[in-house]
């Protein structure tokens, strides 16, 4: 999926890949495109992220605070420099951003919407995953009640969405969208299909690590935060400019979860827990931080 489809008009989003309210398209796949020859190569990247990593952490033996959140201007993230915010912020009134906003639709959130595996009449493509976890402030307390919002992409690697035509095949029986409310313990439980790498054109022969969005929203619209999880052990990590752009280790390996045997279904399923922390030193990297490394000042 290009990284630059969507940006939230209320929230300074600048990493999203926000596709969830897109319409499901035709199944027609396209054709192989032309690879461009102008196009930088990994290794060209490769060389500024391992730079920028270089600098970070002499910076950190110097002193430095540590940056738990992701650079709004990573230079290897090519399009992040037309992506972060670059004019001051304004208040918004959540009323009338509501008038604007999507809507959930007429009927509570359904305990089956967090299954993503029954949503059509087959069984889709892929090895079924169950992702679960807990929402938590900073101070380790569960936060119940919360809309939490998955989007992904399929087995293969492939967004049902008419801007992403790479050529991989569609799974009529995966829209890979889904939805629940978190318990009185904080929990959250998804059942879907463990997504693919896919191609997104930031440089030659670029491939994004597999991973899941998730949005979570508090009491009003301009609440929303929007992160990613990834898998453990990916050998992509070390490639990727939006992963690399949390130049922090430890703020890194907070986006990727851990494989949980015991909450594996035998013969159906495994499964992997991954907590959300919305605040604090230890919070999880997401992607609306319109004010970087400042905003970590006003915690």
């Not at 009338?96 to 305990?111: K, N, Q, R, W």
């Not at 993503?116 to 493509?125: D, K, M, S, V, Y």
């Not at 090895?127 to 807990?134: K, P």
């Not at 896919?198 to 690590?209: C, D, Q, S």
Request: proline share 8%.
């Amino acid at each position: 999926m290009p990284e630059e489809i969507n940006r939230e008009t209320f929230n300074a989003d600048p990493l999203t890949e926000d596709v969830s309210d897109a319409a499901p398209q035709t199944l027609a796949q396209p054709a192989v495109p032309a690879l461009d020859a102008a196009a930088e190569s990994q290794q060209i990247l490769s060389g500024e992220m391992q730079a920028l990593g270089a600098a970070y952490a002499q910076a950190r033996a110097n002193g430095a605070a540590a940056e738990i959140q992701p650079r709004l201007d990573y230079p290897p993230y090519r399009s992040s420099i037309l992506r972060h915010p670059t004019k001051s912020l304004h208040h918004a009134d959540p009323e009338t951003i509501e008038l604007y906003s999507p809507a959930f639709g007429h009927m509570d959130v359904h305990a089956l919407e967090s299954d993503l595996t029954i949503q059509h009449n087959g069984e889709p493509l892929g090895e079924r995953i169950i992702v679960s976890g807990r929402v938590l402030d900073g101070d380790g307390r569960p936060v119940a009640g919360q809309l939490v919002e998955i989007w992904q992409a399929n087995s293969s690697g492939r967004y049902i969405h008419k801007r992403d035509q790479h050529p991989a095949p569609l799974d009529p029986n995966f829209t890979g969208v889904g939805r629940c409310i978190t318990g009185a313990d904080g929990s959250y439980s998804f059942t879907t299909i463990k997504p693919g790498a896919y191609p997104w054109k930031n440089h030659l022969n670029a491939w994004r690590p597999a991973h899941i969005h998730f949005s979570l929203f508090g009491h009003e619209f301009t609440q929303r935060i929007v992160t990613q999880m990834y898998f453990p052990g990916d050998p992509l990590f070390a490639l990727d400019p939006i992963y690399q752009s949390i130049v922090d280790q430890d703020a890194r390996d907070r986006l990727v979860a851990t494989y949980n045997h015991d909450q594996t279904k035998p013969e159906w399923a495994l499964a992997y827990n991954w907590d959300i922390v919305l605040t604090g030193s230890k919070r999880t990297w997401t992607e609306n931080e319109a004010l970087g490394a400042e905003g970590d000042q006003h915690e």
